[in-house]
């Protein structure tokens, strides 16, 4: 069950959890606190991250990535006997020239290619949390879709509650100025729903060329339909991003009421916090992060977490590590 928290601790301060994260009732995390406008730094264009592939795409696009094949165009790879590979455009005459044997030689190149990359995320109920969307999500789609527009790949965005978001998704493009599309459209998405059904439908209109799928989500739902979710992704390369709330899982009362509730389906419970209980709170919450990861691995893929804010640089050495 996803679950949700606001009571009173022993010493009077409020406390307040939703989706499984508890946090002090007015004291947000820093990152939902808008600066003061005199504090604020100057405008700068969108920053970008670099992002490395674990497989060589193909197509006939030019871009930014080693593509698989052989082509006309991108970096030399080797001469090969023209006889290998009848193209005589490609004749290169001084080597051929070194060749004692006479043997004409031709150029081959290593293409270089571009994919489409898509942000997959998670806007039920559970998601309401905290501004996570307006907030890191957006962050990141933002992030995303700037990265991919500046190096000539597509990007596309697509959101599901219960089912797919129609006032959300954004089909794939490269047009300058995406990433402003991509956080209007996440500013104005409320969470909503139940369930992973929506996601899995909203997979299905994903490219069926193989492309770079970013899966964000809390994840809090049952490991069986996260596994439908990333069988629904095979084709694709899947990063999962794991979105979580230290005041969740570290900053807990030691002694207190929590009032716990699951925000897709409204059920509340009262619970008396102690260290007991939060030492199993806790152990839980690590238990859950291990069980994650190892699900991702069974299915080929690597998850980024992203706690309580995006973390640029962090997430760029995810990415290049592959």
Request: a positive charge; aromatic letters at 4%; proline letters at 6%.
């Given at each position: 069950m996803?679950?949700?928290a606001?009571?009173?601790?022993?010493?009077?301060a409020g406390?307040?959890?939703?989706a499984?994260?508890?946090?002090?009732?007015g004291?947000?995390?820093a990152r939902?606190r808008?600066?003061?406008?005199?504090?604020q730094?100057?405008?700068?264009?969108?920053?970008?991250?670099?992002?490395?592939?674990?497989?060589?795409?193909?197509?006939i696009?030019?871009?930014?990535?080693?593509?698989?094949?052989?082509?006309?165009?991108?970096?030399?790879?080797r001469h090969v006997?023209?006889?290998?590979?009848?193209?005589?455009?490609?004749?290169?005459v001084?080597a051929?020239?070194?060749?004692p044997?006479?043997?004409?030689?031709?150029r081959q190149?290593?293409?270089?290619?571009?994919?489409a990359?898509?942000?997959?995320?998670d806007?039920?109920?559970s998601?309401?949390?905290g501004?996570?969307v307006?907030g890191p999500?957006?962050?990141?789609?933002?992030?995303?879709?700037?990265s991919?527009?500046?190096?000539?790949?597509?990007?596309?965005?697509?959101?599901?509650?219960a089912?797919p978001?129609e006032?959300?998704d954004?089909?794939?493009?490269?047009?300058?100025g995406?990433?402003t599309?991509?956080?209007s459209?996440?500013a104005?998405?409320?969470?909503?729903?139940?369930?992973?059904?929506g996601?899995?439908?909203?997979?299905?209109r994903?490219?069926?060329?193989?492309?770079?799928?970013?899966l964000?989500s809390?994840?809090?739902?049952?490991?069986?339909?996260?596994g439908?979710?990333?069988d629904?992704?095979?084709?694709?390369?899947v990063?999962?991003v794991?979105l979580?709330?230290s005041?969740?899982?570290?900053?807990?009362?030691r002694w207190?009421?929590?009032?716990?509730a699951?925000l897709e389906?409204?059920?509340?419970?009262?619970?008396?916090?102690?260290?007991?209980?939060?030492?199993?709170?806790r152990?839980a919450?690590?238990?859950?992060r291990?069980?994650?990861?190892?699900?991702?691995?069974?299915?080929?893929?690597?998850?980024?977490?992203?706690v309580?804010?995006?973390d640029a640089?962090?997430?760029?050495?995810?990415?290049?590590?592959?």
């Amino acid at each position: 069950m996803r679950t949700g928290a606001a009571g009173a601790g022993a010493a009077g301060a409020g406390w307040e959890k939703t989706a499984g994260r508890v946090g002090t009732a007015g004291d947000r995390p820093a990152r939902l606190r808008p600066a003061p406008a005199a504090a604020q730094a100057p405008a700068a264009g969108p920053r970008t991250l670099a992002y490395a592939l674990r497989w060589r795409p193909r197509g006939i696009r030019p871009g930014a990535h080693a593509g698989g094949g052989e082509g006309g165009e991108g970096a030399f790879r080797r001469h090969v006997e023209l006889t290998r590979s009848p193209d005589p455009r490609r004749l290169d005459v001084l080597a051929s020239l070194r060749d004692p044997f006479g043997t004409l030689h031709v150029r081959q190149y290593a293409p270089r290619r571009a994919i489409a990359v898509a942000a997959l995320v998670d806007l039920s109920a559970s998601m309401r949390f905290g501004g996570l969307v307006a907030g890191p999500v957006t962050e990141l789609c933002t992030l995303l879709a700037a990265s991919a527009q500046a190096i000539g790949d597509s990007f596309a965005l697509h959101g599901a509650g219960a089912a797919p978001r129609e006032d959300v998704d954004l089909p794939a493009g490269r047009r300058r100025g995406i990433e402003t599309e991509v956080r209007s459209r996440l500013a104005r998405a409320e969470p909503d729903g139940a369930g992973s059904a929506g996601l899995v439908a909203a997979a299905e209109r994903l490219p069926a060329r193989r492309g770079m799928v970013f899966l964000i989500s809390d994840f809090l739902m049952p490991a069986d339909e996260i596994g439908r979710l990333l069988d629904a992704l095979w084709r694709h390369d899947v990063i999962p991003v794991v979105l979580h709330d230290s005041a969740a899982e570290r900053d807990l009362p030691r002694w207190g009421l929590v009032q716990l509730a699951d925000l897709e389906t409204g059920a509340r419970r009262l619970v008396v916090m102690r260290p007991a209980l939060r030492a199993r709170w806790r152990a839980a919450a690590r238990a859950r992060r291990a069980a994650l990861d190892a699900l991702f691995a069974a299915h080929g893929a690597r998850a980024f977490h992203l706690v309580d804010r995006l973390d640029a640089d962090a997430l760029a050495r995810h990415l290049l590590e592959g």
